[in-house]
């Protein structure tokens, strides 16, 4: 992103964007479209491994992953809109009028900020189970279900212990995508591994 907006949308958020705003709005635009996509993947996963005896394990798993990303998601379309919006709006305010605006906004940034946490927690409870089926019945390599247990509990430590320190949470922004990407090609050049069905 041009500018990171922070756990709160402050004041001088709006200057830093409004200097090629356009392009703001679109890598925004790319960033939650970017949790759909991580969504629609997990789901086609879903797909090709809900069987019997694994799907104990990878329907929830897979299932909090989801909820975690569209509630991740939804909190960033408010920072898109609010970021967006807020430097017309605040353009000519006075620092009186800014400081009026912005506590106008509060109470939903503070809301916005809790999906946040909920997001990461939810999405790394999912990392867990998911990576438990992928160990227990060995449907991928055994060094990536362990890799995604750990994701999953580096995830929710981070949010647990460290919750107002979000800059501390980015790298693992990056981690996910990385997953997501060697998941991918795992599944693309190796296949998946599925045990005997028992329906």
Not at 36 to 52: D, E, K, N, Q
Not at 105 to 119: A, K
Not at 152 to 173: D, Q, R, S, T
Request: glycine share 10%; hydrophobic share 55%.
């Amino acid at each position: 992103m041009p500018h990171h907006i922070g756990e709160y949308i402050e004041a001088g958020d709006f200057a830093e964007i409004g200097k090629n705003v356009w392009f703001w709005i679109w890598m925004y635009r790319v960033h939650i479209f970017g949790w759909v996509t991580m969504g629609v993947a997990i789901f086609a996963f879903v797909s090709m491994t809900s069987l019997r005896p694994h799907r104990v394990l990878v329907i929830p798993g897979a299932g909090m992953i989801i909820i975690g990303t569209f509630t991740l998601a939804i909190a960033s379309a408010f920072f898109y809109n609010f970021g967006a919006e807020g430097v017309g709006r605040t353009a000519g305010m006075s620092p009186e009028e800014l400081s009026i605006y912005l506590n106008s906004i509060l109470s939903t940034n503070q809301y916005v900020t809790c999906f946040i946490r909920f997001g990461r927690i939810f999405s790394g409870v999912g990392f867990m189970i998911l990576g438990a089926a992928l160990v227990k019945w060995k449907i991928v390599s055994s060094w990536l279900g362990w890799f995604t247990i750990l994701f999953g509990l580096v995830a929710m430590c981070v949010i647990l212990f460290i919750p107002v320190n979000f800059e501390v949470y980015k790298p693992l922004f990056h981690i996910k995508a990385l997953w997501l990407v060697v998941m991918g090609v795992t599944i693309l050049t190796k296949g998946i591994q599925l045990p005997q069905s028992n329906t």
